[in-house]
């Protein structure tokens, strides 16, 4: 038998660097994803072919460490799923996949939780999708090594197409709110700005050392507790304007939540625009070629522009009337032509479907 499974990457809408505040973000599935396909194997061998990246072969019994670079990503799966205390057969592994690599739309994510579901579906594990995302988040943080939340699976797990999944990173509950730009005539970009400044990892650490100073100096579990007031009688500059980020950020993603509810979602730009530029100053985290294209995007007419994503590269998502794609775009390119840049890489996804079985 076969278990074929595809996950999507996915972007934020807003709620930037909240997730480990406790926060509240708002990703959708985006209509690219990698697929895997799992079959048992009759010995203990495990045998991954990702089309176009590469070949290998390990055992069922892995530790952290035994395997690297992409490979990483599978092993981790298969042994946070064994950690969790499955019992897994030799398997093969066919993946491929049409998510933008490093980008910020979390490919990673949505190779551990194709693998994930796929590998749950072979050998009958009975995990549900949120356990899923947890064994994905667990090969991820402690396999693979990198310090993530845990947005980027569930995202790829529970998203429902022409929506957005509002998820709160405290109670982990997450609500579907509509999406659907094309609906209220107006169109949302995604544009990589084909940045990829390498200091994520460091400045990663030092903002949530950051907030979680702020946190200790108010007295508070977390910034989620936190008032814009409290944040203004924090001493030390930097730490308040961090904190002043994460405050404003989450209020942001919860008018935002509203304002989708009722339906008029032209009045969310505003929200987008200060987001940006509360990342741009406070935060620390943007980067020249983000900034020229929000600000080129908003003089094209465009109703809300921010980076997405960790910073210092990657992607933005940018809101325009759907008359006024032409004139966004336009300018955005002009902007990086008159840089000297390579030209932006520019999609108008719609909200997908979350993990999902092909055959
Ligand atoms: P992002 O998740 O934003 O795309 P990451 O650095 O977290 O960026 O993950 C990208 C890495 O995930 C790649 O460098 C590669 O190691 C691995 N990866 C993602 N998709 C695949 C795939 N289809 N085949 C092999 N490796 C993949
Ligand atoms: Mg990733």
Redesign the pocket.
Known sequence: MTSTWAAP?RVNLIGEHVDYNDGLVLPFALPFV?RARVSTRSDDAVRVV?ED?GGVEFATAISPGEVE??AA?VAGVVWSLQQRGATLPGLDIA???N?????????????TCSVASAINDECSLGLDPRELADVSRVAENDFVG?PTGTM?QLASMLCESEHLLLLDCRSMETRSIPFAPAAANMTLLLIDSHARHSLVGSEYGDRRSDCEAAADDLGLESLRDATLEQVASLQDDRQRRRAHHVVSEIDRVQRVAAILDSGTPADIGAYLTASHESMRDDFEISCEELDVLVDAALDGGALGARMT?GGFGGCAVVLCRADDVESVTSRVESSYDAHGWQRPTIWTPQPAQGAHRLS
Do not use: I, K, Q
């Open positions: 990457g990698t990702s990246v670079d992409w990503y993946l491929s996949s998510v933008p690599l490093g980008a910020g739309l979390s490919s990673s994510a949505s190779l990198v980027d994503g």
